[in-house]
T-cell receptor, first 111, second 111 residues
Framework: SQTIHQWPATLVQPVGSPLSLECTVEGTSNPNLYWYRQAAGRGLQLLFY??????ISSEVPQNLSASRPQDRQFILSSKKLLLSDSGFYLCAWRATSDTQYFGPGTRLTVL | QKEVEQNSGPLSVPEGAIASLNCTYSDRGSQSFFWYRQYSGKSPELIMFIYSNGDKEDGRFTAQLNKASQYVSLLIRDSQPSDSATYLCAVTPNSGYALNFGKGTSLLVTP
């Protein structure tokens, strides 16, 4: 069966610091992968998606970036965090049925 | 911008009653429809998906789809306090790789 992991689970970072969030998927190969952000009281915002190694599509211009160095690894990064980057970051993978399955998420607080 | 609309709630129902959650979407080309449940502080988990007009039942849950009216709903029979959560409706766009999510409806089941 497929499993998706995210770490860290929680993170508190100062404004202007760098960020690296990691997502890995087990039990499937060449999955479509997604990064979403859910700010407090708001809906899911798609940030990036990837259909393969090195292939990244950005949905929202901002100070975040994503990379996919390996087939089942997806990384979200920032060089300098803003207060507005606080939120719940979710990684998801897509099954062949169009269904998306979410990881446990990373709660990021920028102070 | 393709949109998915949900009433934010909260929708309050007594234990044992039927909870009815509704969702409308703007993209007539959408083919797949999903309901996710999200407990506070947790990531969304898939409850049901539906592709064809009509009803689809899974245990206490029934998804209903009407493509002509661009409307999808989720019925929860014999609601339990453990069903209290935010329910997200998601729709595949006519083109593209990512789901479009509504902002969710908060459901509260009172004992």
């Amino acid at each position: 069966s497929q499993t998706i992991h995210q770490w860290p689970a929680t993170l508190v970072q100062p404004v202007g610091s760098p960020l690296s969030l990691e997502c890995t998927v087990e039990g499937t190969s060449n999955p479509n992968l997604y990064w979403y952000r859910q700010a407090a009281g708001r809906g899911l915002q798609l940030l990036f998606y990837s259909v393969g190694i090195g292939q990244i599509s950005s949905e929202v211009p901002q100070n975040l970036s994503a990379s996919r160095p390996q087939d089942r690894q997806f990384i979200l990064s920032s060089k300098k965090l803003l207060l507005s980057d606080s939120g719940f970051y979710l990684c998801a993978w897509r099954a062949t049925s169009d269904t998306q399955y979410f990881g446990p998420g990373t709660r990021l607080t920028v102070l | 911008q393709k949109e998915v609309e949900q009433n934010s709630g909260p929708l309050s129902v007594p234990e044992g009653a039927i909870a009815s959650l509704n969702c409308t979407y703007s993209d007539r080309g959408s083919q797949s429809f999903f309901w996710y449940r999200q407990y506070s502080g947790k990531s969304p988990e898939l409850i049901m998906f539906i592709y064809s007009n009509g009803d689809k039942e899974d245990g206490r849950f029934t998804a209903q789809l009407n493509k002509a009216s661009q409307y999808v709903s989720l019925l929860i029979r014999d609601s339990q306090p453990s069903d209290s959560a935010t329910y997200l409706c998601a729709v595949t766009p006519n083109s593209g790789y990512a789901l479009n999510f509504g902002k969710g409806t908060s459901l509260l089941v009172t004992p």
